[in-house]
């Protein structure tokens, strides 16, 4: 069983900063695969960045460069730094790990960019 919860999030001017928190609650040693998703109003929820336990990270196209995922996993925690953002960043961002074959997810955190 994995528990995740979100912090972090909150409201920034374009061109501001955030730095997103996943805590985990479980065996972080089951979990292979750790990720950041975004979901927009009235938009289906969209991957943003992941984290494979040896490290490896993928980003969307729109994450890369100006965001960056990383893991503390002694401290059972995931993190999303996010820079130079724009309107289009803002939402609603979810944690993912998937353990076993099952997908867990965090409750969300928002995020609000004003131009």
């Known amino acids: 069983q994995v528990q995740l919860v979100e912090s972090g999030g909150g409201s920034v001017q374009a061109g501001g900063s955030l730095r997103l928190s996943c805590a985990v609650a479980?065996?972080?040693?089951?979990?292979?695969?750790m990720s950041w998703y975004r979901q927009r109003p009235g938009k289906e929820r969209e991957l943003v960045a992941s984290i494979l336990r040896t490290g490896r990270t993928n980003y969307v196209d729109g994450a890369k460069g100006r965001f960056t995922i990383s893991d503390d996993r002694a401290a059972k925690r995931m993190f999303l730094q996010m820079n130079d953002l724009v309107p289009d960043d803002a939402g609603l961002y979810y944690c993912?790990?998937?353990?076993?074959?099952?997908?867990?997810w965090g409750q969300g955190t928002q995020v609000t960019v004003s131009s």
């Open positions: 993912k790990a998937i353990a076993s074959g099952t997908a867990y």
């Open positions: 479980g065996a972080i040693d089951a979990i292979p695969i």
